[in-house]
């Protein structure tokens, strides 16, 4: 068994390109909740053509969108670590997520309350019902003003979360974790023993099992019935940082031992064959009988949906890293665009899709033709204005990093 360190690549294209495929599904997510069937209580639009098919697509990006996020930025985030010491890597982190998470909550966030605000003045009671009932401490009636009578109560300070930003807040707890445990968790990388438990963890023909079974462990804290648990809080939430931060620390440890990244993308077309035909099936079964028992759900039909669950994300996980590794591994114009643009588009895009929802969501036009109407109006237009104000300006300095002719007016 060869555990030596392997050398480093200035590039991973193949996982930058998952990055930002992952960022991208995230305007999927989001366009589709309105279509969702049942309502999703918490969104300020739901359209009048519903289907189950939204709901089935959200669970399924759901299961392993975020944790290939996470995965991904501990493995780049122990990199810049190693090229730029732990002075170089904080302050790297602080402006490519600390400015953006900042100018998002002073910009983006009161532009989507108020958008939250005009949706639900527009949607059901019994919207408004089932909100209520999913987020107890969200006050409904303070939603049912004008946005000049939300703001100027204080109700915006009272009911001020995220939104879609949360990633970065936990993004930026665990860079801060990460710059005082580096230089330790490098220290134990470094030994044989921890060199064998990585191996085993990540390149074992059982893989799939041993990090399903340690990612149990975290997963089991989740207070939902639907997956992993979705930020509702202006602070981190304990169960959900956990989780998240675990792929993270994985991701770093698979940096000190490159070619494992290999390893965990070895057959991957048996993984996202067995992960869409046979574990999801099953993990969403369960998923729907314990939301029809309410309360009354036996201890082992919860630990069975939560094991599955976890097999489910891992299989997605290793699987769509074999897919990129396979078709994405060589330098491609085009991809790099879209892996520079990802970040941007995914920033602005909520506020774009939340305004469509609102004025298409009564219209008596075939469901799918607006879901694809809005997802298409939406990423034209956040792809335009990364082209036009952002790539080539300090904005994207900002996001990406200097890159070569960032102030030019022409790309080179």
Request: hydrophobic share 50%; proline share 4%; charged share 15%.
């Amino acid at each position: 068994m060869n555990i030596d360190h392997q050398p480093t690549q200035t590039r991973y294209h193949d996982l930058d390109a998952l990055r930002a495929v992952m960022m991208f599904l995230g305007l999927v997510i989001h366009v589709s909740l309105s279509f969702a069937e049942p309502l999703v209580p918490i969104w300020p639009a739901s359209d009048s053509d519903p289907s189950l098919f939204y709901t089935v697509l959200c669970y399924f990006i759901h299961s392993f969108r975020m944790q290939i996020f996470f995965l991904i930025a501990g493995f780049f985030g122990a990199m810049l670590w190693k090229k730029r010491g732990g002075g170089g890597y904080l302050s790297n982190r602080l402006k490519r997520i600390g400015i953006p998470l900042l100018a998002g909550a002073l910009i983006l966030v009161p532009i989507l309350q108020a958008l939250w605000v005009i949706g639900f003045q527009r949607v059901s009671q019994q919207h408004l019902d089932a909100a209520a009932r999913f987020q107890p401490r969200l006050d409904i009636e303070k939603y049912r003003v004008s946005v000049l009578e939300f703001f100027s109560s204080g109700a915006f300070l009272e009911n001020y979360i995220l939104y879609h930003l949360w990633f970065l807040e936990y993004l930026l707890v665990f860079v801060l974790v990460m710059y005082f445990l580096a230089p330790s968790c490098e220290r134990v990388l470094s030994r044989t023993a921890a060199q064998r438990c990585l191996h085993f963890l990540f390149a074992s023909r059982w893989k799939w099992l041993w990090l399903s079974l340690t990612t149990l462990i975290f997963f089991s804290g989740m207070k939902g019935r639907a997956g992993v648990d979705t930020p509702t809080h202006f602070l981190p939430e304990p169960q959900i940082l956990v989780y998240y931060g675990w792929f993270f620390f994985l991701g770093w440890c698979l940096h000190s031992q490159i070619f494992l990244i290999r390893k965990l993308g070895e057959y991957w077309r048996g993984y996202l064959v067995l992960a869409l035909f046979v574990m999801l099936p099953i993990n969403l079964s369960l998923t729907v009988t314990i939301r029809e028992s309410n309360n009354e759900v036996k201890p082992i039909l919860w630990w069975t949906y939560r094991f599955t669950y976890c097999v489910l994300t891992w299989m997605f996980v290793m699987g769509f890293i074999g897919l990129f590794q396979r078709y994405a591994s060589q330098p491609k114009k085009w991809f790099r665009y879209l892996a520079d643009s990802s970040y941007w588009v995914y920033l602005v895009h909520l506020p774009i899709v939340v305004a469509l929802q609102i004025v298409f969501s009564p219209l008596d036009w075939l469901g799918a033709i607006k879901f694809m109407t809005i997802l298409l109006i939406t990423g034209i237009t956040c792809l335009a204005s990364y082209h036009l104000f952002v790539r080539n300006t300090f904005i994207g300095v900002v996001l990406n990093g200097n890159r070569k002719g960032a102030f030019k007016k022409k790309e080179d």
